[in-house]
């Protein structure tokens, strides 16, 4: 396993070095100056220039990649005026727009985005799971059928369109709950919960749809196999049927995708976040792609692939955990 670990960790670093190419091509193709939007509009030429030197922008593409590479791995100098400002590794650059540390910048917004996921991803995964679960253990009757319209609804609606609905429910004609605000977890851990509630609620529900769809065709597949016809024959109860044997065939699929979600919303669930105002790395994501602020996508992008990846590792050992049949290899 340490083996298999460090093999997808390895791998891990040539994705994340494919990712950083892909996207300094990308931005250094789009139209606009950085160093102009790093300065102002009211700057003269001469100050554009200024920036553009203390940024590194004068240089070649080539060159300042490998700059990018130099402050991740050992830190970076960035001039300052009459002095000169240090960049501690893992060092992602500044930002264009507002000086700040790269690093600093998604410190700040990751926890907003985190909650956001992992509080949806139970959501998720217990509706998810249980839903369709329920669907194929109800195959043919009503509660199948009603449960399949439930779900095809709920993949075929947009996640703004959810959360609207919500809050128009829940906040404006119910009066259950104010419109949310975020509250950051360190001040006040019951208002962050409750604030929290409705995005979590909003993703959560609109994540799964596909969850109940992949459980129930998972555990129709499981319930069909040779084995399960054989544990029915001997008399094997029908509950020790579903929960050792056919919800063990059905979760590994599950896990998988979670996994890929998951580290994907670490890059952000952008319209949970704009529709809700949670100041997340989506919201941060927009911005710097609006303002060409290329080291804040990088930096941003870079981190999301990270979670992928690391996700994927994750879901691969739990897989093999759930079925003795896989090999990490």
Known sequence: MTRYVLKRLASAVLVLLALSVLVYALFYLAPGDPARLA????????????????????????????????????????????????????????SYRTDQQVTQVILERLPAT??????????????????????????????????TVLTLAGTGTPVFILGLLLLMTVCAYLRWLPFPTYVPLGEDPEQW?????????????????????????????????????????????????????????AVPPVIALSAID?????????????????????????????????????GVVLLTGLAVVLANV???LLYALADRRVALT
């Open 39 to 94: 300065c102002g509009e009211r700057c003269n030429p001469q100050q554009v220039a200024q920036v553009r030197e203390r940024l590194g922008l004068n240089e070649g593409v080539f060159v300042q990649y490998l700059h990018f590479l130099q402050g991740i791995v050992a830190g970076r100098d960035y001039s300052a005026g009459t002095g000169v400002l240090h960049c501690d590794a893992p060092c992602l650059g500044l």
């Open 114 to 147: 985190a909650s956001l996921a992992l509080g949806a991803m139970v959501i998720w995964l217990v509706v998810g799971i249980g839903t369709g679960l329920l669907s194929a253990l109800r195959r043919g009757g009503i509660t199948e059928r009603t449960l």
């Open 193 to 249: 919960a409750w604030n929290m509630l409705l995005p979590w609620l909003t993703l959560g529900f609109f994540e799964s749809a596909k969850y109940a769809r992949l459980t129930r065709s998972s555990t129709l597949e499981t319930l069909a196999e040779d084995h399960i016809r054989t544990f029915r024959a001997y008399g094997v109860g029908e509950r020790s049927v579903v929960t050792r044997h056919a919800l063990r065939g």
């Open 262 to 298: 998951l580290g994907t919303m670490f890059g952000g669930a952008v319209l949970t976040e704009s529709l809700f105002g949670i100041p997340g790395l989506g919201k941060t994501l927009i911005d710097g792609v609006r303002h060409i602020d290329l080291p804040i996508v990088v």
């Open 314 to 316: 994750l879901a691969d």
